[in-house]
């Protein structure tokens, strides 16, 4: 089921978006985007690669993969995260929290995989 990029404005003026699964829950936050127009080119690179194969970072001798990729990786707290490498190696988006598990953590991805690509985009909050 398609999920919902929602775009908004940040009180710095920044633009940035997050996609909504199907159940509200956000599985991706962007970046930080100087313009609405690149912000909305940052979707569509997410819907463009949310489908990239996955490099387990976490691995004792993880296969190095061509971009555009995921990458999983341990953050300082010690949980899984992921970050999505556009095919210039930009990082175009990463995990709102870590997680517990890999289990989870690939859960994540699949979830992108499953809502980004036919996902609408909504910007009424910067309509306010």
Known sequence: MPGKFVITK???GFYRFSLQAANYQTVLT???YSSLATCRDGV???KKNALAPVEDQTLKNPETLKYPKYEVYFDSAGKYRYRLLASNGLNIAMAEDGYATKSGCMN???AISRAAVDATVD???LEQ
């Open 123 to 125: 910007e009424s909050a």
């Open 30 to 32: 962007s970046k930080n």
């Open 44 to 46: 569509e690179t997410i």
């Open 10 to 12: 940040t009180p710095k």
């Open 108 to 110: 994540g991805i699949d």
